[in-house]
């Protein structure tokens, strides 16, 4: 790239100059931006880059940051989780448990009884019951492993700061994978390599140029590129845009194959293909059958690139295993979908250049790895794998996956680990027979179930007996599923901390509770742009942090100021010098690249922008030479057959892609004859998972009654008596929820949907209690997707509807804890 492409945004500068960027950060020379009128500031989100205006220190407008061509509406939240009456505005601990610790009466954990006390009173307390755990029990007995999306910023990343002082003062329990894409990571490596669903997929311009077809499985980008794990720059909506457009214009052919139709189809205009809720291998294996059949598949592809063809299409043709022949006659009575319909569909993946884009929810059920691994098996029979616009990507709809992306290096960010060579403080690496690491999605059962043994991608894990959790920026409250059994799990445990700035469900059944501030309450930097690294972000402080919170780095570097660590813990670094040393080693990374200029110059202009990027095909040089760029399967080759997930020996994850029954299926299926509708929860349209579900004035745009939108068909709430705006219970063996009822046609008979991340808010702490507001893992389904990836199968539910009558109990959900004074 040409250094004249490359621009530094020097008319920033008086946008986001002030007088004072936090203690001793920088001091403006651009005096005159601060006046009555207030000062603009840069900051930066995974919703988007924006400025903000400061007047009198409080924020009162935020737009959009120029660049920015298609800002998402969620930018209007940004004030409400500043400013909303869940902050956490003081050290908190919870009532028995500040009388009892340890020995506290877990039962009352979650009654939402707090008592206020110091910050010294609080790290104090943190600090001797991790003298406790590590001196009474060990490292098998404390897990800080999970983590979450957390805020935006290099330095500030809280899972970091956790983990470093934590891990500086001993060993603990760790977690492997994410909620997200649990299934899909740990399959993918066997098949294509890698884990796919993290990876760049091909440029969205030569998608758009070279693909005839285009099929969007279980895919919404429109709805989900608003947000990113870094800042988002949105760039993805331009390409959406030109394609909507290519569509109108007869130049390219989209199908959505989803149960619903989704805000993306509705954008697009595309076409969109019903299939019944979790039964999309059995489409895929009788697609399989007909290609085959009619011969439309590509040999030469499949002998040249892959390995285990035939043990496959032998058990589609109904050769081994169950006998039965996956005809489309036979998908048919279980997908909903016309058997000439599937073999039609076939015909035209097979007909010319055909792009497959997979979403994360058909990963998150029972079998979970199933629809990935046969979604790669399908591509591969179509031959199209490495060229551009064709082939198949998981990862679309995510961080602008697809735009392209410059070769600029990113900043790092402050270290997880302790300094190489210097042992923690409690240095015991006995986990009594334990596993020191345990897959995320199962550490609930390892609550209830300590000892017990699991099967895990070829290995066997045993249980830790966990007795302290901590939680930094990390809601699992909205990560987990089945809440009434978190309830009983978390009574097992004997002391939960918890460091976030607003009273979500993970704090209310947490012990002891520290105040961090927002992200908008500190100085950070900021890649802009995932994985098109478009440029680098300065994310400003805005206002002073509110009531006693306090930065993450603060935190935990007095908390090891309490085993004198905290030199070590800060290498002697106070925030700017943090922030100057990142960026100055991204400096130095990209020099002969891209000339950016000196820290100084850069956090006036708050913005250094790389420029555009390249187009790039996804697997392209796998398919130029398969043997000197090899993937990482363990042949090398694209394995439709694995023989190493076949010597595991599981009854839940074989060889190859095959069908299996979920516990429980809609339209027919086990368990839909008492729940007859599918509860789809998949991610929201209006919030990051359950960041900005606090922010009060846009909840209230899409709340219905104060409470989370439940959507159903005209159908199911014709039959129920259910009008749009009631108030409905939705309930299951699992649990009950309060929600608003919004009847839409875009929603089929049998399929109702509740996005995740709505805040849980029961009547009260006892198991089976009424949720108030809405969230649908009050009633999902915790169980491992297979003995492979043991990952979550929250999309594995069913449930019953019902009109609520008599009067409703006010939310719960949000708001501080019932302040008790002590003696």
């Not at 334990?434 to 179930?449: E, F, G, M, Q, Y």
């Not at 007095?558 to 925030?575: A, S």
Request: hydrophobic residues 35%.
């Amino acid at each position: 790239m040409a250094l004249t492409r490359r621009r530094f945004l020097q008319g920033l500068a008086a946008g986001s100059a002030a007088a004072l960027i936090g203690p001793g950060l920088l001091v403006r020379t651009a005096q005159a931006a601060v006046s009555a009128e207030g000062s603009w500031k840069m900051a930066g989100s995974h919703w988007g880059a924006f400025k903000a205006l400061v007047k009198g220190g409080v924020v009162t407008e935020v737009k959009p940051f120029e660049l920015d061509q298609h800002p998402t509406d969620m930018l209007n939240g940004i004030k409400g989780l500043i400013y909303n009456p869940s902050r956490i505005r003081y050290p908190m601990v919870r009532l028995d448990w500040l009388k009892n610790r340890h020995r506290s009466d877990t039962t009352q954990r979650g009654d939402n009884r707090f008592v206020r006390v110091t910050w010294d009173e609080a790290l104090d307390l943190f600090y001797q019951e991790l003298e406790r755990v590590q001196t009474e029990h060990g490292p098998w007995a404390l897990y800080p492993g999970a983590t979450g999306w957390r805020q935006t910023g290099q330095l500030h990343t809280c899972g970091n700061h956790m983990q470093r002082a934590v891990g500086m003062h001993g060993n603990f329990v760790d977690k492997v994978g994410d909620y997200s894409t649990g299934a899909g990571q740990v399959i993918m490596p066997y098949v294509l390599g890698s884990t796919e669903v993290y990876d760049q997929g091909t440029s969205w311009p030569l998608i758009l140029e070279h693909t005839k077809t285009l099929i969007l499985w279980a895919n919404d980008p429109y709805k989900n590129l608003q947000v990113g794990w870094n800042c988002e720059t949105h760039q993805a909506y331009g390409y959406l845009a030109e394609l909507k457009e290519k569509i109108a214009a007869g130049g390219i052919r989209v199908i959505c194959i989803d149960p619903v139709r989704s805000k993306t189809q509705q954008y697009l205009g595309c076409e969109h293909l019903y299939i019944h809720p979790q039964t999309d291998v059995a489409f895929m294996l009788a697609i399989a059958h007909t290609l085959y059949s009619e011969g439309l598949h590509d040999e030469t592809f499949l002998n040249t690139y892959t390995l285990g063809f035939e043990p496959f299409i032998d058990y589609v043709l109904g050769k081994t295993e169950d006998q039965v022949e996956k005809t489309p006659e036979w998908a048919a009575a279980l997908c909903g979908i016309e058997a000439e319909d599937i073999r039609e569909f076939a015909r035209l993946l097979a007909a010319d250049r055909t792009q497959l884009i997979f979403g994360w929810a058909i990963q998150r059920q029972q079998h979970g790895e199933q629809p990935y691994w046969a979604g790669a098996v399908v591509a591969a029979m179509l031959g199209q794998i490495g060229l551009p616009g064709g082939g198949i990507s998981y990862a679309h709809h995510y961080s602008s996956i697809g735009v392209p992306a410059t070769n600029a290096s990113a900043p790092g960010a402050f270290p997880r680990n302790p300094d190489t060579g210097k042992a923690p403080k409690h240095d015991n690496n006995d986990y009594r027979g334990a596993s020191r690491i345990i897959p995320v999605a199962r550490w609930i059962d390892c609550l209830l179930n300590p000892g017990g043994k699991i099967q895990y991608n070829g290995s066997e894990v045993t249980f830790p007996d966990i007795r302290m959790c901590i939680f930094s920026g990390c809601n699992p409250w909205h990560h987990h599923q089945d809440h009434n059994r978190m309830k009983q799990a978390f009574r097992k445990l004997e002391t939960v901390v918890t460091i976030d700035y607003s009273w979500n469900a993970t704090c209310r059944f947490s012990d002891l509770v520290l105040p961090a501030c927002t992200q908008f309450e500190r100085n950070d930097i900021d890649i802009y742009g995932s994985y098109a690294k478009r440029g680098l972000l300065a994310m400003h402080k805005l206002v002073d942090p509110l009531f006693h919170s306090r930065s993450d780095f603060d935190i935990f570097t007095d908390l090891c100021r309490r085993f004198g660590r905290h030199e070590e813990y800060t290498q002697g670094k106070d925030e700017r010098q943090w922030l100057e040393q990142l960026y100055n080693d991204c400096k130095a990374a990209n020099e002969g690249s891209y000339a950016m200029p000196s820290f100084e110059e850069f956090w006036e202009a708050g913005y250094v922008d790389f420029g555009d990027g390249e187009n790039w095909v996804r697997h392209a040089a796998f398919r130029e030479d398969p043997e000197v760029n090899a993937v990482g399967t363990p042949s090398g080759f694209i394995e439709i057959t694995s023989r190493k997930i076949g010597n595991y020996g599981y009854d839940d994850c074989k060889a190859h892609p095959v069908w299996m029954e979920k516990a429980e299926r809609s339209h027919g299926g086990p368990g839909s004859d008492k729940y007859p509708l599918w509860l789809q929860s998949v991610h929201p349209d209006q919030r990051l998972h359950s960041q900005m579900c606090e922010s009060d004035e846009y909840r209230a745009t899409y709340a219905v009654q104060g409470r989370e939108p439940v959507f159903l068909s005209p159908a199911d709430a014709a039959a129920r008596g259910i009008a749009d705006g009631d108030l409905v219970r939705v309930y299951n063996d699992r649990g009950q929820l309060l929600a608003g009822a919004r009847v839409s046609d875009r929603f089929p008979s049998g399929v109702i949907r509740i996005h995740e991340g709505a805040w849980y808010g029961p009547v009260d702490a006892s198991i089976g209690a009424l949720d108030t507001y809405g969230d649908p893992n009050t009633l999902t389904l915790d169980v491992g997707t297979s003995k492979l990836a043991q990952a979550t199968s929250a999309n594995t539910c069913l449930v019953e509807i019902e009109k609520f009558s008599g009067e409703a109990p006010a939310v719960t959900a949000f708001g501080g804890p019932e302040i008790v004074e002590v003696g």
